[in-house]
């Protein structure tokens, strides 16, 4: 799990960096590897539609709706980051509590057994 604190300005930072490429007569950002993995190691997308942000700095995760989650981070996002986060990123993670596993995050699952979860 990531120990620094999320930033959105690493965000822009590293979209900053990613390369436009031209289509036709459109221009694209293509997401870097780089970023795409940063937003995927802070946010986790349930089955049951809720986001599992983690809190690095309370080692918890904060449980957001998919409504709040857009309202308080993805709306201040890039556009392109947004349509990779709700229509190409599709894992989805299952809830489980499984003491026997010290993963927090394990195959499809986050394991509440090992963390703090914060309902926001």
Known sequence: MQTENFS???IIKLFNKCKTVKVGNKCFVE?????KNYVNSYFYHSINDNYYFWNSELKAFNVYSRIKVKKLFFNY???E???YIFKISSKLYTETVNPKSKEIIYDDKINLSMVNVIKI
């Open 31 to 35: 997401l870097s590897d780089e970023l």
């Open 81 to 83: 980051l947004i349509h």
């Open 8 to 10: 959105q300005e690493k």
């Open 77 to 79: 996002f890039p556009k």
